[in-house]
């Protein structure tokens, strides 16, 4: 629990130092919380053979599976020799996909229901306990506020300006390849150097403060990162400039793939280039529009790299998301069973997202 018992600590610090909160108040409230840890005592209920019962069970969901495959399978010939080669052709990655995708799916729901001990890899079960806890926590309230946020906050901004990039690449600039390239770079390149450069422009000495005290502009003090109002602020804004590039790139083949006849029709009628782009341009880049949407909400809700990188959930937990609670819990206070709770919560979260918008724009469409 030590690791417990360290985050408190660092918390308290920064509300000392960074909030300006009375040193009593903070000594008192964390004092409670340590001796809440310390007095914790845990559930002796142990189950053995836990990985046999795993195994029959993953072998039960991967017998399902093939059953289903079988029924609604579409071969051409019915010969029994043409059905025998092709599950040995699929068999290699039936095989993959049971051991690295499906087996820790299955064991991964299954300690979400139980306090799942990672020395000894033996768990007791505890029901709903997990996910009780993890919906009335407030640091996992916080981390889904900040998710939404995140999501809020960059995917119309990245939307709007990967169109609009995508547009106007479309209708003919001067070195039109050369811009291509250099908006998509930031795809090809790690998130993670992304973010450690951030880090750097961000920094107290970096290029963006010493750009706005050339322009008299007040800049936040004592730095981006470290600032309780816009640490979540400025990483949105670097997750905006490096994923525009990807999005610009799918918006650039669904303006190519517009037949020009519908343009040459609305100019003979006497539309101009605004008319054209919202009456013709939008609703036929509608279908690539949601399937944007949708893969931006997803990858916002999934926000880790960048944050891991730059501010380790603070300044004040106040840039902590859902997955980088998941990786506190999971991989720093070891708590392998909240961890996947919190994992299938969010799965829950973004299914829902995800139907939301595809239901909305296609009621539109």
């Given at each position: 629990?030590?690791f417990?018992v ?5 918390e308290?610090?920064d509300?000392?130092i960074l909030?300006?909160?009375s040193?009593?108040?903070v ?6 919380k ?7 005592t ?5 189950v ?8 029959i069970?993953?072998a039960?969901?991967i ?12 071969i ?15 068999s290699?990655?039936?095989l ?6 499906l087996?820790?799916l299955?064991?991964s729901?299954?300690i979400?229901?139980?306090d799942?001990?990672?020395?000894t890899?033996?768990f007791?079960?505890?029901?709903i306990e ?8 407030p640091e996992?309230l916080k981390?889904?506020?900040h ?11 990245t939307?709007t300006?990967?169109?609009l ?5 479309h ?8 811009f291509?390239a250099?908006?998509?770079?930031p795809?090809?390149?790690?998130i993670?150097?992304i973010?450690?450069l951030?880090?750097?422009f961000?920094?107290e ?6 750009l ?6 007040p ?11 816009w640490?979540?602020i400025?990483?949105?804004a670097?997750?905006?400039w490096s994923?525009?590039g ?9 303006l ?7 343009y040459?029709?609305s100019?003979?009628d006497?539309a101009?280039a605004?008319q054209?782009?919202?009456?013709i341009?939008l609703?036929?880049?509608?279908p ?11 990858n916002?809700?999934q926000v ?5 990188t730059?501010t ?18 999971g991989?720093?206070?070891?708590q392998m ?5 919190v994992?299938y ?16 724009l296609?009621?539109?469409?």
């Open positions: 629990e030590w417990s360290g985050k408190i600590l660092q308290s610090i509300r000392i909030q300006d909160d040193v009593d108040q000594l008192a409230t964390s004092s409670e340590i001796n809440q840890i310390l007095n914790k845990r559930d002796k209920g142990e053995s053979d836990q990985k046999l019962t795993l195994w069970f993953i039960l969901a017998s399902l599976v093939m059953v289903v495959l079988l029924k609604r399978r579409r051409c010939s019915a010969d029994a020799s043409t059905d025998a080669s092709t599950w040995f052709f699929l290699p990655w039936i993959l996909f049971g051991v690295f995708s087996y820790p299955i064991y729901l299954i979400s229901f139980a799942y001990n990672v020395l890899s033996r007791s079960f505890n029901g997990n996910y009780f806890k993890t919906v009335t926590d996992f981390a889904v506020g998710t939404l946020l995140f999501a809020v906050g960059t995917i119309p901004f939307l300006i990967s169109l990039l995508a547009a106007l690449i209708e003919g600039v001067p070195c039109k390849s050369l291509q250099g908006f998509f770079l795809v090809v390149t790690s993670i150097v973010a450690t951030f880090t750097y961000y920094s000495s970096g290029f963006l403060n010493y706005l005290g050339l322009m008299g502009i800049r936040p003090e004592p730095a981006w990162l470290i600032n309780k109002r640490a979540l400025s990483i949105m670097m997750a905006v994923s525009c990807y999005f610009l790139i799918l918006f650039l083949a669904a190519q793939s517009i037949p020009r006849e519908l040459e029709a100019r003979l006497g101009g605004i054209q782009f919202f009456r341009t609703p036929q880049l509608r690539m529009m949601l399937f944007v949407v949708v893969i931006n909400t997803i916002s809700l880790f790299p960048e944050i891991f730059m380790k959930g603070g300044p004040s937990r106040s840039t902590t998301t859902i997955v980088y609670h998941l990786y506190e819990k991989f720093s206070e070891f069973g909240l961890a996947s709770a994992a919560l969010l799965a829950g979260i973004i299914c829902l997202f995800a139907l939301a918008q595809m239901k909305a296609k009621e539109r469409e």
